[in-house]
DNA sequence: AATTAATATATGTTTAAACATATATTTCAG
DNA sequence: CTGAAATATATGTTTAAACATATATTAATT
């Protein structure tokens, strides 16, 4: 279904008005999804973007501004977050001895064992929502890179 | 700068994985520019897009059901959203004489005048915001309506 | 070394999303 | 023409964003 169809919109002004309303459209449709997929596990996309940073930098510990320098949304608000994730058990957070100012956050194992399970469905799922071949997602890839300039 | 380096992150998963990234960071990017473009004139981007929707029917009134099947946001808190515009006096409610059970809605002058001082600064503001030729433009839309397949 | 600036996090408050449920009205089935 | 289903909106409640400000610590300046 075109954009248009989609917001019943028949004429755009320009094609930039056409690809900023498409693309928040699109991300809107995209987070929509992503929402239900992650509900079973009982958490929130940020909070798997949160897990994932995690488990990248695992066993090693990291800062909540390092977790946010890696953040999809740059504006979360990460002490918050963090202790959502806290209370789940699926982080843990230390005083971080070298910057007392600072805390040393690791993921659980129970938070690797979310992600383990996630992520045999994460894939799978993603192929068949995505209408896309490989090539055609690179490209696109590419273009929000350009879109950002 | 690519997603890559926006996120510090070297590798992803697949393309698949890297455009669903990519798709989220760009789309938060931009809707952050759009709440600083919007700050001035007060009004938050699901309430432009209200207003937006309202001028094209005007000075028809639609009711509330028909906005949200214009709107971005698909899961948009109609009722609460209204209540705001029509306490800034952009829009005005009555009751629909043919369906009881609906509103009426229609943009004030106040409202379309909001729209005309906006209007004359998006326009740029989103050229030069948008790093992509015309072409560009055009083919990104084309691929994010493939991507919702 | 004392002062200032910068950094990392926490917290209070306002505002809006998310989710469920309620109410009134209309439409449709039989 | 009556009751069930569908529709349009409203509202209550929980949860999270947004924004500003505070606190503690470290780094930089002079």
Redesign the interface.
């Known amino acids: 279904?075109?954009?248009e169809e989609e917001?019943?919109?028949t004429t755009f002004?320009?094609?930039?008005?056409?690809?900023?309303?498409?693309?928040?459209?699109?991300?809107?449709?995209?987070?929509?999804r992503q929402q239900e997929f992650f509900k079973p596990f009982r958490i929130t996309s940020s909070q798997f973007n949160i897990l994932r940073i995690l488990r990248?930098q695992h066993p090693n510990k990291i800062s909540g501004v390092e977790i946010k320098?890696?953040?999809?949304?740059?504006?979360s608000d990460i002490p918050r977050l963090l202790d959502r994730l806290i209370k789940k058990n699926l982080i843990s957070k230390s005083p971080c001895p070298k910057d007392k100012r600072a805390a040393d956050i690791i993921i659980t194992e129970e938070g690797l064992h979310v992600l383990s399970q996630i992520d045999s469905q994460l894939?799978e799922s993603?192929?068949t929502?995505?209408?896309?071949s490989?090539?055609?997602?690179?490209?696109?890839?590419e273009?929000?890179?350009?879109?950002?300039?």
């Open positions: 279904m075109k954009i917001i019943k919109q002004k320009n094609a930039y008005q056409k690809v900023v309303v498409n693309l928040i459209y699109t991300s809107g449709w995209l987070q929509g990248g320098s890696r953040m999809l949304d740059k504006n894939d993603q192929k929502l995505i209408k896309l490989k090539d055609e997602a690179l490209q696109l890839s273009l929000l890179d350009k879109f950002r300039g």
